[in-house]
């Protein structure tokens, strides 16, 4: 499995027009969890309407509590502010960070935009201390360009 291997595949799901988004970004989820040993868990937030909160939408990986996340809590909420990726190596040492699992080492999140508004995001977990590189970052923004397209 390589990164640009995986691009076609992104783009063949984003493209299947007989599913619905939520079935589509459902199997993003699943490609990404099967395909990149530390992906954990691999799911997307957008945003609730006109509320300042995010809501969970398909994810593959264990349950969650974290349906509705308020703008500014955790990892996910400060993206949604930021509209900046965030990288953390470790969430153990992020005092903002909502815990989802014992499991989860590192996390990191990329925002979603279409027509420069912040929508959502994809948010992975990682149970691997520090597995995130520069490498993982570029092609989570090129997943989210696709998502963008559909949404």
Request: proline share 6%; hydrophobic share 40%.
């Amino acid at each position: 499995m390589t990164f640009i291997s995986l691009k076609p595949q992104v783009e063949s799901l984003i493209s299947s027009t007989e599913k619905t988004v939520d079935e589509r970004l459902k199997n993003i989820c699943e490609l990404l969890e099967s395909e990149i040993p530390h992906y954990n868990w691999v799911g997307f937030y957008f945003k609730n309407g006109d509320k300042n909160e995010l809501k969970l939408g398909p994810y593959v990986g264990e349950p969650t509590d974290h349906i509705i996340i308020p703008f500014g809590k955790g990892i996910c909420g400060q993206v949604a502010v930021s509209n900046q990726n965030f990288v953390v190596p470790d969430v153990a040492a992020q005092d903002n960070y909502i815990a989802c699992s014992i499991t989860v080492k590192a996390e990191i999140v990329i925002p979603i935009f279409v027509n420069g508004e912040n929508m959502g995001q994809i948010d992975i977990d990682s149970n691997t201390p520090d597995p995130f590189t520069e490498e993982d970052e570029r092609f989570l923004e090129f997943v989210c360009a696709k998502v963008s397209e559909i949404l």
